[in-house]
Nanobody, 124 residues
C-alpha cells in the first residue's frame, strides 16, 4: 500500500501563495492519477484538483480554477499544488490522495490512499 505525505501548509495573508507537496512511497506512483481535496471546519471534504498519471490532463474545482495549479514529477514520486491569490475561504486541511486508476477523477471513491493532511490558513 502506497503512503502519501503532504507538506507545505501554513499561514498566509489573503492574496498570497503557497505550494503544497505530496510525496508518495511504498508503492506505485507513476501509473496512477493523484488528487487534492480539502476540508474546512464544519464542512464536508471537497474536491480541489486532480491530475492523470502522465500529467497531461488536469481538472479543477470551479472555486480554484485559474488560481491553483496541480502538477507532478513522476521521477520524484511527488505531486504539487501551487496556490495563488489565496482567499480566506481557502482555509482548510488539504489532503493528497492516490487514485485507483490512471485517469483523473473528482470523486473521493476512486481514491484509496490518503495522507494525513496539511493545514492551510489564509488570513484576511
Amino acid at each position: 500500500q502506497v503512503q502519501v505525505v503532504e507538506s507545505g501548509g501554513g499561514l498566509v495573508q489573503a492574496g498570497g501563495s503557497l505550494r503544497l507537496s505530496c510525496a508518495a512511497s511504498g508503492g506505485s506512483f507513476s501509473g496512477y492519477a493523484m488528487g487534492w481535496f480539502r476540508q474546512a471546519p464544519g464542512k464536508r471534504r471537497e474536491f480541489v484538483a486532480t491530475i492523470d498519471w502522465s500529467g497531461g490532463s488536469t481538472t479543477y474545482a470551479d472555486s480554484v480554477q485559474g488560481r491553483f495549479t496541480i502538477s507532478r514529477d513522476n521521477a520524484k514520486h511527488t505531486v504539487y499544488l501551487q496556490m495563488n491569490s489565496l482567499k480566506p475561504e481557502d482555509t482548510a486541511v488539504y489532503y493528497c490522495a492516490r487514485s485507483k486508476f490512471g485517469t483523473a477523477g473528482t470523486l473521493e471513491q476512486v481514491y484509496n490512499s490518503w495522507g494525513q493532511g496539511t493545514q492551510v490558513t489564509v488570513s484576511s
